[in-house]
C-alpha cells in the first residue's frame, strides 16, 4: 500500500510538470491564422438566452399576482395559478397600479440588460487574456450592477404618482413578490425540463446501452490503436507544446478499453487534459478560409529556392523543389531518401515556415513496433490517456483546415514503416472525408472532447506526412507497399551554394490556395499525357514487367496523372518527371536482385532509354542502373 501511495505521488507530481509547460504555452500562443475568434460563445448565447426568458417570465408574473383595485378588472383571472402560489407561501394582496407595473418591468428588463453588459466584460477580459475573476474587474462588475439597479428603481420610482410613502412600499413590496414567485416558477421549469431530458435521453440509450463500446460504426474505418510519440514542432509552432513529451515507450498496448475498465473513466479534462486544453482556446472559433498571397506555381519555385538560400542557406536544384512541390499533389506522404546531412529534414522544415505554415517534427524511434507510437495510449494505471505532439497538433489541425501542417518523420525507417504508419498508409487510400484513425473507445457516458468524434480523431486533407530515410546499415529496408503509396525523393549530394535572385522573404498559403493551384494545373490540357507519351513510357515499363515481373500498377499511374502535369507547370521538363517515375516507381525494385539476367536486362533499359528519348534523357535512371550494374 506504501509503495502504491508513493506512485501515486509521483505520477501527481509528473502530471503537474508536465502541464506547466503546456499552460505557459497556452498563455503565450498567438492565435492561429484562418480563424476568427467570435465574441460570444455557444454557452455564453445560451446563459443570455435564459435571462430573456427570465424578463419575461417576470413581467408575466407580475400581470398575475397583482390584485385589481376597487372599480378595476384584471387582464388576468384572480385565481391563476400564480396568483394562488403568492397565496401559499402566505404574500400580502397588493394592487400595484400602473406605476408597479412600470418598476416590476423595468426591473425585469434591466435584469437581462445586467446579464448582457456582465457577459461582455467577461468576453473582453477573456479575449485579453485576463482572468474574469481578477479583483481590478470588479470595479467593472460591481458599477455595473449599480448602474442598472439606479436605472430601474429610480425611472420606475419617478413615476409613481402620487409620491408618497405608501405608494413607495406598495410598488417595492410588489417587486419583491413578482420576483419572488419568479424564482419559484423559474426552478420549478428548470427541475422539470430537467427530468424531461434525463428521461428522454436513457430512454434513447435503453436500447443501446452499450452501444459506444462495440464495434458497430457504420463505415467508419476500423483502426483500433494508436500510438504514442514524442516530436518536437518547427516552423510556425503551434500553441501547445507536448503534454507527453517524457513519456517512456515500455507500453505498446492498444488504446482499446473493455465495458468494465471503461465504465470507471473519469471526467474529459482528466482523461484528455491536452485535447481539452485545445477546445477551451478555440472556444468561440469561426473557421475562415486563409488568406493567401496570389502567386504563380513558377514563382513559389522560385520565391522558395531564393527564400532558402538567403534565410536559411540552404542550396536545392529547382528540379528537387519541383519534385517535392509536385509530390504533395500526388500524395498525402512523401519519402525523401538519402545520406545523412543532404538537406532531407530541413526541406520540409523549411517549406512550412516559408509558407506560413505548421511544421511538427517527429523523431522516430527504433523500438515503435505498433500502431500506438503514434498517437498515445491509455494508461491503465493513472485511468488517463498520454497524449503525444503528434495527436495534438493533428487535432488541433481540424481547428485550422486552411492551414499547411507537415508532419515529419525523421528517420522513419530506423524501425519498419509498415508496422507503425498502418493505420495511416490504409485511411490515406480512402476519400478525403473518411480520414480517420480510431484513438480509442469510450463508454456510453463519457463526454469526450470535440474533436473525438465517437473515438476517431480526423486527418485534415491538409496535413501532410514527409518522412526522411538514411540509407545506412541501422536502417530497414522500405516496403514495397510504402514506396508505392508514397512519392519517394532521392537526396544524392547538396547542390553547391548561388546567389540567388529576387525576393527571399516567406509568403502567406493556404492549404485551399495551394490545392487551387494543383487543380489548374491538373485541368490544363496543354500540361496533360498524351496517348503517344503513355506509349512510349509504356514500352520501357512492359519490358520491365515481361522480364523482371515488376508491375506498374494503376495508383502509380494515378499518380502519374496528378504530378506530370503540376511539375511541368512548376516549370520542369517532361523527360524530368519521366524518369524520376521510371526510376523511383520502377527501377527501385530491382535493388537487392541478383539473378544472371538482371544485368543484360538494364543494359537494354538504357538502350530503350536513349532510343526513345534520347541519350542523357533520363540521368536518374542511368545513374541508378549503372549502380545496379556495378554492384553485379
Known amino acids: 500500500m506504501e509503495q502504491e501511495k508513493k506512485g501515486m505521488e509521483a505520477l501527481s ?43 419575461f417570465l417576470m413581467i408575466f408574473t407580475g400581470v398575475c399576482v397583482s390584485v385589481p383595485g376597487a372599480g378595476e378588472s384584471s387582464i388576468v383571472s384572480v385565481k391563476n395559478p400564480l396568483a394562488l402560489l403568492r397565496q401559499s407561501l402566505g404574500l400580502p394582496s397588493i394592487n400595484a397600479h400602473l406605476a408597479g407595473q412600470m418598476i416590476n418591468l423595468l426591473v425585469a428588463v434591466f435584469i437581462s440588460l445586467f446579464v448582457f453588459a456582465v457577459l461582455v466584460e467577461y468576453r473582453r477580459f477573456a479575449l485579453d487574456g485576463k482572468k474574469w475573476y481578477a479583483k481590478r474587474n470588479w470595479l467593472w462588475y460591481i458599477p455595473t450592477l449599480l448602474v442598472c439597479l439606479a436605472c430601474s428603481f429610480g425611472f420606475g420610482l419617478l413615476l409613481q404618482t402620487p409620491y408618497t410613502q405608501e405608494n413607495l412600499v406598495n410598488a417595492l413590496t410588489f417587486v419583491g413578490e413578482s420576483l419572488l414567485v419568479t424564482l419559484l416558477v423559474y426552478l420549478i421549469l428548470a427541475i422539470f425540463v430537467a427530468s424531461l431530458l434525463l428521461l428522454i435521453v436513457n430512454f434513447v440509450r435503453y436500447s443501446k446501452p452499450l452501444s459506444s463500446l462495440g464495434d458497430s460504426l457504420d463505415d467508419e474505418p476500423s483502426n483500433d490503436d494508436i500510438a504514442q510519440g514524442l516530436g518536437d514542432k518547427e516552423g510556425i509552432v503551434s500553441s ?54 496570389q502567386i504563380a506555381l513558377p514563382d513559389l519555385i522560385a520565391r522558395f529556392r531564393a527564400f532558402l538560400a538567403k534565410k536559411e542557406k ?43 505554415g505548421v511544421a511538427v517534427f517527429v523523431p522516430v524511434q527504433a523500438t515503435w513496433r505498433d500502431k500506438t507510437s503514434l498517437l498515445g495510449y491509455f494508461n491503465d494505471f493513472s485511468k488517463t490517456y498520454r497524449e503525444t505532439d503528434f495527436l495534438m497538433n493533428l487535432y488541433e489541425a481540424s481547428y485550422n483546415p486552411d492551414r499547411i501542417y507537415l508532419f515529419v518523420l525523421d528517420e522513419m525507417n530506423i524501425s519498419r514503416v509498415e508496422y507503425y504508419f498502418a493505420d495511416f498508409l490504409s485511411v490515406l487510400e480512402y476519400p478525403e472525408d473518411q480520414w480517420k484513425i480510431r484513438v480509442m473507445t469510450f463508454p456510453n457516458d463519457f463526454v469526450p472532447p470535440a474533436k473525438l468524434d465517437k473515438g476517431f480523431v480526423a486527418i485534415p486533407s491538409s496535413c501532410y506526412f514527409v518522412g526522411t530515410a538514411n540509407q545506412d546499415d541501422s536502417t530497414f529496408s522500405i516496403a514495397d507497399k510504402v514506396y508505392d503509396r508514397a512519392i ?63 508491375a506498374f500498377g494503376n495508383r502509380i499511374l494515378v499518380q502519374m496523372d496528378k504530378m506530370v502535369p503540376v511539375f511541368l507547370a512548376c516549370g520542369g521538363k517532361k523527360e524530368a518527371i519521366l524518369d524520376f517515375f521510371f526510376s523511383r516507381k520502377v527501377l527501385s525494385k530491382l535493388e537487392g536482385r541478383f539473378e544472371d539476367n538482371v544485368k543484360q536486362g538494364l543494359e537494354h533499359i538504357l538502350d530503350m532509354i536513349s532510343s526513345a528519348y534520347g541519350e542523357g534523357s533520363f540521368p536518374l535512371s542511368e545513374a541508378m542502373a549503372k549502380r545496379m550494374m556495378k554492384r553485379l
Open 13 to 55: 507530481a509528473n502530471s503537474k510538470m508536465e502541464d506547466a509547460p503546456k499552460r505557459k504555452a497556452e498563455k503565450e500562443a498567438p492565435r492561429s491564422k484562418g480563424v476568427r475568434k467570435t465574441f460570444f460563445t455557444r454557452g455564453n448565447l445560451l446563459t443570455l438566452g435564459l435571462s430573456l426568458f427570465f424578463t
Open 314 to 356: 540552404l542550396y536545392y536544384d529547382e528540379d528537387t523543389l519541383r519534385f517535392f512541390l509536385a509530390g504533395l499533389s500526388a500524395s498525402h506522404l512523401e519519402i525523401l531518401e538519402g545520406l545523412s546531412g543532404t538537406g532531407k529534414s530541413s526541406l520540409p522544415r523549411s517549406f512550412a515556415k516559408f509558407v506560413n
Open 240 to 293: 501547445f507544446a507536448p503534454i507527453a513529451s517524457s513519456i517512456s515507450q515500455e507500453t505498446s498496448g492498444e488504446a482499446t478499453l473493455s465495458a468494465s475498465e471503461a465504465m470507471g473513466l473519469a471526467n474529459r479534462e482528466i482523461v484528455f487534459p491536452g485535447l481539452c486544453a485545445i477546445d477551451s482556446h478555440y472556444e468561440g472559433y469561426a473557421i475562415e478560409n486563409v488568406p493567401s498571397d
Open 488 to 550: 519517394t525523393i532521392d537526396f544524392v549530394n547538396r547542390s553547391a551554394p548561388f546567389v540567388p535572385e529576387g525576393s527571399g522573404e516567406g509568403i502567406v498559403l493556404s492549404a485551399s490556395a495551394l490545392k487551387k493551384l494543383f487543380s489548374e494545373a491538373m485541368e490544363d490540357p496543354s500540361l496533360a499525357f498524351t496517348s503517344s507519351d503513355y506509349q512510349k513510357f509504356a514500352s520501357l515499363t512492359d519490358y520491365v514487367y515481361d522480364e523482371f515481373g515488376i
